[in-house]
């Protein structure tokens, strides 16, 4: 079934530890996007990737790292987790930025990061 | 700056009712895209419908329609006929173009209950 794929589901992780969210896609998209979702903040950009070898800044980057060798596989890392990292992580695609305003963005079903 | 702001942090409605819920938005792009999504209890993020800001006409999918007024920079979702299953986080999005960032700018959500 086409779609986003994220590992783990959930995770309980000590502060100061080293942790990577995987993020898969089999739809072929150009872009892929890394959110965070905190209650009574909606979703907030942390990076993005726009195509493969490509990544920018979203809107709270910090303590956090992207890469994308290719188009399928957008991993995000925590070089040394915070509590304040705490939160639902969603990795979503799109097929083209560039086209416009009319490019949705499909969801993964997020990992749920808890950082003690 | 983008915004987007949803003001109904909760709203009730009767079985087989008609519910509305608000989002409203600022920016200063001449082309933007709207765009709604529900989040139910097992967490992902469902795309239900979306609306150009150069579409003539309000968009339709199903059981959802967005009745978008350009002018009061308003574009709120109208679910007909309510069903059990439609109780979820709402969230309102919207996507500026490329020149402006290709992020999505999300409101803070408003959490739908359909009462039996």
Redesign the interface.
């Known amino acids: 079934i086409a779609g986003i794929t994220q590992a783990p589901t959930s995770q309980i992780l000590a502060a100061g530890r080293r942790m990577t969210l995987r993020c898969t896609q089999d739809m072929r998209h150009n872009?892929m996007?890394w959110y965070r979702q905190d209650l009574?903040?909606?979703?907030?950009?942390i990076h993005?990737s726009?195509t493969a070898g490509t990544t920018g800044k979203?809107?709270v980057p910090d303590g956090y790292s992207v890469s994308r060798a290719n188009t399928d596989d957008f991993p995000l890392t925590l070089a040394s987790a915070v509590p304040s990292q705490t939160s639902?992580y969603?990795c979503?695609s799109s097929v083209d930025?560039?086209g416009?305003?009319?490019?949705?963005?499909?969801?993964?079903?997020?990992t749920?990061l808890t950082v003690l | 700056a983008q915004k987007?702001t949803q003001t109904q942090p909760g709203m009730f409605v009767q079985e087989k009712e008609a519910v509305t819920l608000d989002c409203t938005y600022d920016t200063s792009?001449p082309?933007?895209?709207l765009?709604w999504?529900k989040q139910p209890s097992s967490?992902?993020?469902?795309?239900l419908i979306?609306q150009?800001?150069y579409d003539q006409q309000n968009a339709t999918e199903g059981r959802y329609s967005l009745n978008f007024q350009k002018a009061r920079k308003s574009a709120n979702l109208v679910i007909s006929a309510s069903q059990l299953g439609d109780s979820a986080m709402y969230?309102c999005?919207m996507?500026?173009?490329?020149n402006t960032g290709?992020?999505?700018y999300?409101?803070?959500?408003t959490s739908l209950t359909v009462i039996p």
């Open positions: 872009a996007y009574g903040l909606g979703l907030r950009l993005y726009n979203g809107e639902v969603f979503a930025p560039a416009g305003a009319a490019d949705t963005q499909y969801f993964g079903p997020g749920r | 987007i792009d082309s933007y895209g765009f999504y967490g992902e993020m469902i795309f979306y150009g800001s969230f999005a996507k500026g173009q490329p290709n992020q999505f999300f409101g803070t959500g």
